[in-house]
Each structure stands twice: as C-alpha cells, then as structure tokens.
Nanobody, 111 residues
Framework: VQLQASGGGLVQAGGSLRLSCKAS????????MGWFRQAPGKERDMVAT???????NYADSVKGRFIISRDSARRTVFLQMNSLEPEDTAVYFC??????WGRGTQVTVSS
C-alpha cells in the first residue's frame, strides 16, 4: 500500500493550497480516508476525515476553511485549504483509516 501526498508548499496567510493523496495497493473505494497534521514539537492531530460513503468530519480549528473530498475513479483524496493561518503550518499526512500512512507534505504559512 502506498499513499503519495503532494501539494504542500509555502503560502502567505489568507492564501489557499490544495493537497492531494493518491492511493495504490488497496481497494480505495471501501476505505475511510483522512488528513492529519503534525507541527514541530506537537502531536499528530486529525484535520479532516471522509468515510467511504462521503461523510466528512473536521477539526474545530479548520471548520469553514478546509474541505476534504475524494475521487474514487482517481483513487485520490483531496484537502482544499482556504484562509490559511500561520497556525496551520505543519507536515500534513494522508491516512487510510489510520492503518496506512503517507510520508507527509510540508505546509508553511507565513504571516
């Protein structure tokens, strides 16, 4: 199983980024997917999850700013991040039901 995340980068506060995570080696359509993030010196925290049926859940800190979605035909889960804040700076990890993890992609938001 491989989860390949991409789309991170450096952005100014108020800007947007779109993360992608392409899955291989698993039956993508039946797995719940999610994004977590880990800032330096902090624990890895849930950002957003999406079930196989499309139900979503968000951390309070990103509600109204981030949108998680999935495309089963492309075996990809997305995280649209808007109105980014310096506090969103972290390494973002894609996961399949917290059983498989990608390597992460760095997101840095400058003030």
């Amino acid at each position: 199983v491989q989860l390949q995340a991409s789309g991170g980068g450096l952005v100014q506060a108020g800007g947007s980024l779109r993360l992608s995570c392409k899955a291989s080696g698993l039956n993508f359509s039946i797995w719940n997917m999610g994004w977590f993030r880990q800032a330096p010196g902090k624990e890895r925290d849930m950002v957003a999850t999406i079930t196989s049926g499309g139900s979503t859940n968000y951390a309070d800190s990103v509600k109204g700013r981030f949108i998680i979605s999935r495309d089963s035909a492309r075996r990809t889960v997305f995280l649209q991040m808007n109105s980014l804040e310096p506090e969103d700076t972290a390494v973002y990890f894609c996961t399949a039901s917290m059983q498989y993890w990608g390597r992460g992609t760095q997101v840095t938001v400058s003030s």
